[in-house]
């Protein structure tokens, strides 16, 4: 048996390593990518793509999501709905001047479609070998040795990218001991497609429901083309252990509240309510070591507070494409020098994801969120600045400083 031995060896074609291996053709860096899965695939997620995502495959080429916009299989979103646990709603568009724009600042879009969009853009560069169908359950990982069986062919990588999401194979068998992931850092997600889902909103707001029967979780409703729509609701696994929650009841019984029951009247659920679990990045861990690097879910970097981990995931591709070309140029695959992915990764998100920490907590208090909810309503500055959160993390970080709810108590 012969070991092909290649420079950068990428498993999974999702956002991470669909990232990684476009960003690293930017640079002219030949890769194999590697995905279990043949395209197009589904992938259960709530398919919304954030603004993040717009600006980080926007940084691999400045056309590319005019090109998508252009896909009949998404439909442009313009902001959120929050609805607080008393059932008040707060309109947040994407942006001040939404109507004006000429694109959709996010979108909505089933990945099945969005990721084979991504996989036609890997086809166009011949210095990615895709294989698709190819199940990589086995590494032959120690001090000495680092192999990899790619269906019955083994490979020999300089260093390898490890993108095989939440229920990553290679952090179980290879990085178990040191990647800590507690049931209390993890989510589930329920996701459903459902078709004549009524008032759904004329631009595409996603909605998301804070029920008090799910604190800190939440519900939504995700409108998108065909007039179908993604329904789900996201729990911490601590919470579903606990109370022996069964998500896809809870989902029946939601859907019965008297806020939903007359918009499911007549709607319908295409094919069947898929559960999958989110590793959020609640804390920092340790993401390299010598000759791997772990992104996007397999390195447990979703948002704790919205759930949102795509962009992120494209985040960690493209800088990971950066220390590996100064690996390369080095000839340097040492777990000191690729200790720089974690150092860039979380000089960039680190802010965010202890935000979002700090957000995702407080909602656990729904008198609170009730509060900021009705006064936002009532005070136009404060609805404009919750609309700035989205795009700056800096005026996001007032919803932890308990000045801003003494200024928001005496307004
Ligand atoms: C219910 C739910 C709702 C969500 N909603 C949203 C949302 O609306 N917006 C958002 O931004 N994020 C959302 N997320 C999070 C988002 O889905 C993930 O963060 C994102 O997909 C991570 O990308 P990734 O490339 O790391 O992993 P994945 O997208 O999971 O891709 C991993 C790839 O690796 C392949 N693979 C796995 N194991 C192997 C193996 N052993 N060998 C070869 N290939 C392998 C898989 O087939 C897959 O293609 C949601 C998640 C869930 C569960």
């Known amino acids: 048996m012969s070991v092909i031995q290649t420079p950068v060896l990428i498993i999974g074609a999702g956002p991470a390593g669909v990232s990684t291996a476009l960003f690293l053709a930017k640079k002219n860096i030949p890769c194999v990518l590697v995905e279990k ?6 992938k259960i997620c709530g398919d919304a793509l954030s603004g993040k995502v717009v600006d980080i495959l926007s940084k691999y080429d400045p056309n590319i999501m005019d090109l998508f916009a252009q896909n009949p299989n998404q439909v442009g979103s313009y902001g959120i709905n929050f609805y607080s646990p ?18 959709a600042p996010g979108f909505v879009s089933k990945r099945i479609h969005f990721d084979s969009f991504l996989i036609e853009e890997v086809r166009k560069h011949t210095c990615i070998t895709l294989i698709e169908g190819a199940f990589v359950k086995e590494y032959e990982w120690n001090s000495e040795i680092k192999r990899v069986w790619v269906g019955d062919q083994l490979y020999e990588p300089q260093i390898l990218i490890a993108c095989d999401g939440a229920n990553s194979i290679f952090q179980k068998q290879v990085k178990e001991e040191t990647f800590e992931l507690a049931i209390s850092d993890s989510s589930y997600g329920l996701r459903a497609y459902y078709t004549n889902v009524k008032e759904l909103h004329e631009d ?5 429901h804070f029920l008090p ?14 007039g179908q729509a993604n329904v789900g609701l996201g729990l911490g696994a601590d919470i579903i252990k606990a109370k022996k ?9 939601i859907l019965r509240l008297p806020q939903f029951k007359d918009r499911f009247k007549d709607a319908s659920m295409i094919g069947s309510v898929k559960l999958h679990a989110l590793p959020m990045g609640n804390k920092r861990r340790i993401l390299s070591g010598d000759r791997y690097i772990l992104a996007g879910d397999a390195a447990a970097l979703i948002d704790p507070f919205t759930g949102e981990g795509i962009g992120n995931a494209l985040i960690s ?3 990971a494409a950066q220390v590996i070309e100064e690996a390369i140029l080095a000839q340097d695959f040492s777990a000191k020098r690729l200790s720089k992915y974690d150092e860039l990764l979380y000089r960039r998100l680190s802010a965010e994801l202890q935000l979002s920490t700090k957000l995702q907590s407080l909602v656990k208090y729904p008198s609170l969120f009730n509060f900021v909810v009705n006064k936002a309503n009532k005070n136009k500055t404060l609805r404009d600045t919750i609309s ?7 005026i996001r970080s007032q919803f932890k400083n308990p000045i801003f709810y003494l200024k928001l108590l005496f307004n």
């Open 37 to 42: 899965e043949s395209f197009p695939r589904d």
């Open 213 to 226: 029967e799910i604190l800190p979780g939440y519900f939504w409703i995700f409108p998108m083309n065909d």
């Open 245 to 253: 929650l069964h998500l896809p009841a809870l989902l029946e019984q």
């Open 204 to 208: 595409n707001f996603i909605e998301l």
């Open 86 to 103: 008393n059932g008040k709603c707060l309109s947040v568009p994407f942006s001040l001047q939404y109507k004006e724009l000429k694109r």
């Open 388 to 394: 700035s959160m989205f795009e700056d993390v800096d």
């Open 317 to 319: 591709g493209m800088v």
